[in-house]
């Protein structure tokens, strides 16, 4: 696992040794960044089940303005701390929480993001129940984006009110979906 692209290109990254966490693959990663485009230059970026941080580390090096990582495993969020050292990279927070939680905190601060990453743990119906957490909380910009890592199993469109999924990529048993504020 390391940097695609960017300032901190081509820097090797640690996840946390065991089966706890699910590293998204280098090459989804770059699949993902390239669909994202300059879209994540200075931008703000929010990595939900953040594990390693790897995707908010990419965003980073890609020139996002500001990062927070979020994941209840304090194990994760010391490795987190670990890569972004090991990057030198500036303009990231990470948060030990619950992810329910820190995206309450972070709605009731009247924070916002372009760009928001999750990566739940696979068949858990995470991706569903986040994804309407979200759509009842306003932390996404009108403009932004929500890029949903999930296994196929787990694909399809979810009843929300405020957004609808755009797009849905599909990398062996992985899915990337997409949802973007309704009308915009």
Not at 111 to 130: A, C, K, S
Request: glycine residues 10%; proline residues 3%.
């Amino acid at each position: 696992m390391r940097i695609v692209a960017g300032k901190a290109r081509g820097t090797k990254l640690t996840s946390v040794p065991g089966l706890s966490t699910r590293p998204t693959g280098d090459r989804v990663k770059e699949a993902l960044f390239n669909m994202l485009g300059p879209s994540v230059l200075g931008s703000s970026f929010l990595d939900l089940y953040a594990g390693s941080g790897a995707m908010g580390l990419e965003a980073l090096s890609r020139g996002a303005k500001k990062v927070v990582w979020v994941d209840a495993n304090p194990a994760c969020t010391t490795q987190i701390r670990k890569n972004l050292e090991k990057t030198r990279l500036q303009g990231g927070a990470i948060v030990t929480s619950d992810v329910f939680r820190a995206l309450a905190e972070l709605d009731r601060r009247g924070e916002h993001f372009d760009l928001i990453f999750l990566d739940p743990p696979y068949d858990q119906g995470l991706v569903g129940e986040t994804v309407r957490c979200l759509d009842h909380l306003n932390v996404l910009r009108k403009q932004g984006i929500i890029i949903a890592e999930a296994s196929k199993k787990e694909e399809g469109s979810l009843d929300v009110s405020k957004l609808c999924l755009k797009r849905t990529k599909r990398y062996g048993d992985t899915v990337l979906l997409f949802y973007e504020v309704r009308g915009s």
